[in-house]
């Protein structure tokens, strides 16, 4: 069973900047991407943004390029999203998962049970 513990959310000012984390833990992730997606208030869940084993191959919804910057550590089987200039439409709640590919993720395809998630919230 794959756990996924998303932290690093909260209230912000729009322009503002948030940092997220996500630790996953009980299996080896060798060769899995790995990617962040979000969940606003009455809407469907959606995809933000993927990274490879690698590092090498980056993959962002057209609404964060720019601003926003995933990264992960495989020594640490954790994925980062650095979150700037921030705005009121970014307000969801944040989850990360593993999948096969950055383009099975973009998709929504994703290879472990969903975490709690970490509140986002944007202030105008």
């Known amino acids: 069973q794959v756990q996924l513990v998303e932290s690093g959310g909260g209230l912000v000012q729009a322009g503002g900047s948030l940092r997220l984390s996500c630790a996953a833990s009980?299996?080896?992730?060798?060769?899995?991407?790995m990617g962040w997606f979000r969940q606003a208030p009455g809407k469907e869940r959606e995809f933000v943004a993927a990274?490879?084993?690698?590092?090498?191959?980056?993959y962002y919804t057209d609404s964060v390029k720019g601003r926003f910057t995933i990264s992960r550590d495989n020594a640490k089987n954790t994925v980062y999203l650095q979150m700037n200039s921030l705005k009121a439409e970014d307000t969801a709640v944040y989850y990360c998962?593993?999948?096969?590919?950055?383009?099975?993720?973009?998709?929504?395809?994703?290879?472990?049970?969903w975490g709690q998630g970490t509140q986002v919230t944007v202030s105008s």
């Open positions: 009980g299996r080896t992730f060798n060769n899995y991407a």
């Open positions: 990274i490879s084993w690698s590092g090498a191959t980056i």
């Open positions: 998962n593993i999948g096969r590919t950055i383009g099975t993720m973009a998709t929504m395809e994703t290879s472990a049970a």
